[in-house]
């Protein structure tokens, strides 16, 4: 059933109109109460028009005219879907136009690139979010509160892995481009391990420690094909992490503690039934989440900040933090060594 029109809904420009737009973002805005969907932007006219036509954007735009939706005054915010490589680009000239960036994550392709992004929107005084879902998703938000409310005890431990099997003809090419993608699993999918960890215990790593491989040097020339890495927190909390694009899709949280456990698998898909299942005491924890839409709440959050001038999260800064820890976990592995982190 269509929503109803809601006064004061934020105008959205979608552009990238790949995988995660078609399935995902596009059709979430349907379910949003603060944001409507205005325009798409993409690279194919004829599919930049189907899709328009299919979630009743009103304007639409070639990726090369990318400014003239800009200039557009019913879009008041961008939602960048595009590869990451071109999310710096696209972020300035965004903010240079006034408009309010939500940000696919990873924030960028490198660690440079995503302090840019950040600095850019704070000096036009345009909100920046990098799109985490996770932060509005049941399952994880049951267990950052678990955790947080002390009932696990002192965290000492926490074990995290996503991965996925890449597949030629199926998986996205450019994925194995390092200039696009900016590196192999950890960018795609591990970037989720080292976000979720952090902000399930509100603390940052301190140092980290790393070993990345490559088994099929054909494919994989330019980014890693898995990775696996230690963090170390001032807490002295340790997170173990891994991601790999050779193995079968998988994803967990396993969260160790002095008065108890909880694991959540799979933990980071947004299609999939998640089960959480833990032990405090003698008392078991066994609950189910269905699927449900993951996009459509951080959209609805981002549109309520643009409207009430209040702050995001995930803003620009944690997603530029990700990506210092993600250099380090890189340096840590080309290098054969521990790398402390500076933020």
Not at 40 to 56: C, D, H, I, P, W
Not at 160 to 170: D, H, I, N, R, V
Request: proline residues 4%; hydrophobic residues 40%; positive net charge.
């Amino acid at each position: 059933m269509p929503k109803k029109s809601v006064i004061g809904e934020t105008g959205f420009a979608v552009i990238g109109l790949g995988s995660i737009a078609q399935s995902s973002v596009l059709s979430a805005f349907a379910r949003c109460k603060h944001a409507k969907l205005v325009a798409v932007v993409g690279r194919q006219s004829k599919e930049t028009s189907r899709l328009a036509r299919k979630f009743k954007a009103v304007s639409q735009y070639h990726s090369d005219n990318f400014a003239e939706c800009l200039a557009n005054p019913e879009v008041s915010a961008v939602y960048i879907a595009t590869p990451q490589g071109e999310h710096s680009r696209l972020t300035i000239q965004a903010a240079e136009a006034g408009k309010h960036v939500l940000c696919e994550k990873p924030l960028a392709a490198t660690r440079e690139q995503s302090a840019i992004m950040v600095e850019a929107c704070r000096r036009s005084g345009v909100l920046l979010m990098t799109a985490y879902r996770k932060y509005y998703e049941a399952s994880t938000l049951y267990l950052k509160r678990l955790i947080q409310s002390g009932e696990l005890g002192r965290i000492d431990v926490i074990h995290t892995a996503f991965s996925e099997l890449y597949s030629p003809g199926k998986s996205l090419p450019w994925l194995l481009n390092a200039k696009m993608a900016g590196g192999g699993p950890l960018m795609d999918l591990g970037v989720y391990c080292v976000n979720t960890t952090r902000w399930l215990v509100d603390e940052d790593p301190a140092e980290v420690n790393a070993e990345s491989w490559v088994n099929d040097r054909a494919r994989f020339r330019e980014v890693e094909e898995g990775i696996s890495f230690r963090s170390r927190f001032p807490s002295g909390l340790v997170v173990h992490g891994s991601s790999t694009y050779g193995a079968a899709p998988s994803s967990f949280l396993y969260v160790q503690g002095t008065a108890g456990w909880a694991s959540l698998s799979p933990a980071f898909p947004f299609d999939e039934e998640r089960k959480l299942t833990g032990k405090i005491g003698k008392r078991h924890i066994e609950r189910s989440f269905g699927v449900v839409d993951e996009f459509a709440p951080e959209i609805d959050a981002f549109a309520s900040a643009i409207q009430k001038h209040g702050s995001v999260e995930p803003d620009g800064v944690q997603g530029n933090r990700d990506m210092i820890i993600i250099e380090a976990i890189y340096k840590s592995a080309r290098e054969k060594k521990t790398v402390a982190i500076s933020y």
